[in-house]
Each structure stands twice: as structure tokens, then as C-alpha cells.
């Protein structure tokens, strides 16, 4: 089928948009592929020390011709989807060795956990550490020894900033390497009833702590729908991850048969070979939009209406918020996975996973089918699904059928009939909602605020008892990326489910951001102006209503006068400092809004 009118037109846009910083970007790329890596050129003295430690690969570096691979990891066992990569650098250098090139570490990159410091201070440096990752690839990579590189994440901030610092490097090729997810423990739905629970005074932290160690109970990455696996799967939508590698889980022999054919795979595409395929091609402008079609198809994560325009900005390429919503008004919503759903990203890849839902979205003309990918020309590879054979990694054509249409449907049969995310706009500003997993009578919320300038006040607030008086609309401000790095807000969660679970209608307004898993109360997020810039959310105080339609896409103050007012202030000067704070202050003062990608790069 031809792809949809909506989509070419889109694409078209991002085109011409683009076309002075793409074409700034890719000559400086095709300058880099020119002169071609350095370690022929270094001296004697600075090969030896690129050398000294590469054991058996010491004398084929110094006087073979064989392809040499880069290994950027994110490796700690801090991360329970990172830990696996513990072992991985070992499995490469063998693989390499096989097709007779060599590999080596080239360097770690910091890989923070934000389900640890959800509503800790050190969640605050959370949307940094995605630029401070791309500047810590770019030190790796400085050498400017590698003809290839594979690049070992998974989590929220850590793919963005992978993918932005291997653009810096852009004329080199790149395959992103996952670990996969955790086996599934204690249901997604369940560990929300408890937390619930816990919210209510209903238990105690023992009981909570249980059943959170239940869920979260071995390596790999956690089994619910939010950032970290919209990561996984935007990697397979976009070309960088081989097909059917992103929900294989960690531990088994087909994981370490991906990992080594990944490595491989990165040096059959240097420009030592026939194949030369650098990351400045795969990732084009009809790359983002299948990126983009994935997240509104699988009803992924609001943080990569972020990550997205950083990484795309990364490449010269020009994404905005309303190329989000054209597409997301035209493209089903054909997954369901928690909090969305039920299942799990096992279940989820036990359904048919990607590899059926690529099929079905080409098949209807939502997707470019000629994009260029680490497995060559066009998406029809990733139909396929990975398998072992007598121990041999080998593909075959996976499932054109659902395999429970309670998970996944096909396109004609949508869950609903467009994606899983809304622009809001009105005299408030502009924000985003996830509403995939927001039923549609909560979608319109026309209610009196409360202002808040934390979560911690608005916690407090609801402990207290004063947010069960009738219908409300929650606002948290400051918490923008030039106020405090932009937070996410999730530790809200629970509360404000209790609240719309007692049949009041809430909403969330906030600057700050939510979560993948931010559930089910309608929340207009990453709003802009933020309110240190004195956006309109900063003028507003208790009692003024305000009207949030994720279906008409409003995002409305109602009481007349409001926007005429001077904007509050807030005492900022405790996100200034402690547990790192004051290490990031550059950032604070020079990133840029979240509709921009809310980064300190330019394009």
C-alpha cells in the first residue's frame, strides 16, 4: 500500500524544514568518512599505548588490515537492564575476532536509574545525564581509532544520549546492542494496587517493599511500557537494533548469539567492505517519522516527545510537537502493554511483538518502507524473528497474525483509531499528553486549580485531606528544565489515582514531566512556556479554572484576567545544590525548552 497522504505530507515538511542543517551535517559527515580513522597515522609511541593492553589482538592492530570495533557502554549493575552488559565486550571481542577484526572498550558512559530517584533529589539531574552521555560518547570515541562501533544501553536518558553522541560520529556505523528485558515477576497491575495501598495507609512499608521486590526481581529491564522500552522498540522502528533483538531476555543463548551477529554486523559496515553504511544515512528523516509512527502505534513513553527532538536536532533534522500530532491523528493504536494494558513487554513480544507490528503497519502505509537499516535496504527484515538452529543464530518470517488480540491487533482493527499521544494548546501554553491509557471520559477535565510549587507539597496536600473536596486540576510549576532539570513527576502517581478512583475528576498541569508509567489521570505535561520563562502557568493561583481537553486539544485558563497578571516566583535556591545539583547549573542555565528537545546542544 502507498504511504498515507498524512505521513508523506509530514515527512515532506521535516524535509524542507531541515534541509540547511541537514545538509550542514551531513557535509561535515562525509568530510569525517573522508579522511578515515587515525590509528594508521598515530605515531609509534601513540599506537602503543592504544595497544598495550589488547592482549592477543595486540599484533593484528599493529599489522593487520582487519576492521576495528569500538565498545561504548553503559554498563553498571546499578541498573537491573544494564547489568547483563557486564559480560558483553567479552562476547564481542570473540565475535570480531572470528570475522578477524579486534574490538576494545573505548569508553563508559554514566547510566543513572530513575526508578531509584523518583522524587529524590538526584532525579533532578536525571534529563541532563541524557547530554552529559552524548558528550561522554563523544570522549570515547575521540581517539578516532575505530572504523565501526556498537553502542550497549537501554534505559531512559541512556539510548537518546548514545544515539546523539554516535551522530556526533555520525560517518561511522553503529549497531545498538540491547540486554532485554527481566523475566516477568509480580504483575504491573498488581505492584499498582499495592502502591495504592501503601498511598492510603491501607499497609505498611514491609508489605510494599515486598511486593516491589517481586516485580522487580533480576537483571534486565523493567517489564512495563515506559521509557526504557519505547527505547528498545524505537531502535527497531529506526534501523539500529537487528530484528526481533529488543525483548529477547538477558541470560539466554539467543541473547548472546544476537549480542556476537551485533557485533559482527557493525564491522561488516565500515568502509573497510562492500556494505558501508554509516549512521548519518540510517538515520534520516524518514527514520524519525517511523520512530515517531512507533510511539503513537505502541502508545509509548511522553519522554520521547523529547528525546526524539534532541536526537533528530543531533542530525541537522527538525522535529516540533505538531509533527507528533499530525501523525498521531492519523496512526491506530494497536498495542497494549501496561500501563496502556495488562501485559507485560513479554507478553507483549509473546503476542507477535515488533516484528507483527511492523508488518502491519507497512502493510497499511504507515510506515517508509525504504529506509536504510544495519541489515541493509528497507524494513521487510524486520519481519523476521531471530532463532537458534543446532546453535546457529538464524531468522524466519514471524507471525502475520495476532497471537492475542487483547496485546496487539492489526491495524484495521485498532484499539483505537488514532495514536497515544495529544498536543494541547490554549492561552495556558503548549503540552502533550499520553492518553493511551487514559479512558475517554476522564480525557476533559473543566475544574478549579491548586498551585503547587513541588510534589512534595502536593502530597502533603492530599495527606492532609484538602484535595478531596470535588473535581480538581493539579498544578505543579517550576519544575521545567531551566528550574530544576525537569523531574519527573511520578511519585504522584498513586494519590492522584486514588483521587479519580473515588470518582472525582482530576487532572495534572505541570511544566515537569511524567513518566512511561504515569497511568491512567490525564496529565498535560512538559508545558511551554515553563513558568521560570513566565509562562502563563506561573500567573495562575487556587481557584482559577481551567479546562484540559485531550479531545478538542485545548489547554484553557477560564477565569478572565489571568493571563494579564504578573507571574509568581518561586524560591529556587534548593535545587541549586547537594546530592551533584551544583555540577549541572551550566545545564540549567543554557538548556533549551522541552518543545526544543530541552537540550544544551544546538542544531
Known sequence: MSLHATLAAVTDRIIERSRPTREAYLARMRAAASKGPARAHLSCSGQAHAYAATGPDQETLATGTGGHLGIVTAYNDMLSAHQPFETYPMLIREAVREAGGTAQVAGGVPAMCDGVTQGEAGMELSLFSRDSIAMSVGIALSHNVFDAAVFLGVCDK????????????????????????????????????????????????????????????????????????????LMEFMG???????????????????????????????????????????????????????????????????????????????????????????????????????????????????????????????????????????????????????????????????????????????????????????NLGTGVMK????AEEHRVVEAPVRVFHDQDEAKAAFKAGELDKGDVVIVVRFQGPKANGMPELHSMTPFLSIMQGRGQKVALVTDGRMSGASGKVPSAIHVVPEALDGGAIAKLQDGDVVRVDALSGDLQVLTEGVVDRPAATADLTSYQHGTGRE???????????????????GV
Not at 583 to 601: Q, W
Open 158 to 233: 541512556i539510548v537518546p544520549g548514545l544515539v546523539i553522541g554516535a551522530q556526533a560520529f555520525g560517518h561511522l556505523p553503529a549497531v545498538f546492542l540491547p540486554a532485554g528485558p527481566m523475566t516477568s515477576g509480580l504483575s504491573n497491575d498488581e505492584k499498582a494496587q499495592i502502591r495504592q495501598k501503601f498511598a492510603k495507609g491501607e499497609i505498611g512499608r514491609d508489605e510494599l517493599l515486598k511486593a516491589e521486590m517481586a516485580a522487580y526481581h533480576g537483571p534486565g529491564t523493567c517489564t512495563f511500557y515506559g521509557t526504557a522500552n519505547t527505547n528498545q522498540m
Open 240 to 426: 539500529l537494533h537487528l530484528p526481533g533483538s529488543s525483548f529477547v531476555n538477558p541470560g539466554t543463548e539467543l541473547r548472546d548469539a544476537l549480542t556476537k551477529e551485533g557485533a559482527k554486523r557493525a564491522l561488516s559496515l565500515s568502509a573497510l567492505g562492500n556494505d558501508y553504511t554509516p549512521t548519518c544515512d540510517i538515520l534520516d528523516e524518514k527514520a524519525f517519522v517511523n520512530g515517531m509512527v512507533g510511539l503513537m502505534a505502541t502508545g509509548g513513553s511522553t519522554n520521547l516527545l523529547i528525546h526524539l527532538i534532541a536526537m533528530a536536532r543531533a542530525g541537522g533534522i527538525i522535529l516540533d510537537w505538531q509533527d507528533f500530532s499530525e501523525i498521531s491523528d492519523v496512526v491506530p493504536l494497536i498495542a497494549r502493554v501496561y500501563p496502556n494494558g495488562l501485559a507485560d513487554v513479554n507478553h507483549f513480544h509473546a503476542a507477535g511483538g515488533l516484528g507483527y507490528m511492523i508488518g502491519q503497519l507497512l502493510d497499511a502505509g504507515y510506515l517508509h518502507p525504504d529506509t536504510k537499516t544495519v541489515t541493509g535496504e528497507g524494513l521487510g527484515s524486520y519481519l523476521m524473528e531471530p532463532f537458534l538452529d543446532a546453535g546457529a543464530l538464524t531468522w524466519r518470517k514471524g507471525t502475520s497474525e495476532t497471537l492475542n488480540d487483547k496485546i496487539v491487533r492489526p491495524a484495521s482493527d485498532p484499539f483505537q483509531k488514532t495514536g497515544g499521544l495529544a498536543r494541547l494548546t490554549g
Open 435 to 438: 492518553i493511551s491509557a487514559v
Open 583 to 601: 555540577l549541572f547549573a551550566l545545564f540549567r542555565n543554557s538548556v533549551t525548552s522541552a518543545d526544543t528537545g530541552a537540550t544544551v546542544f
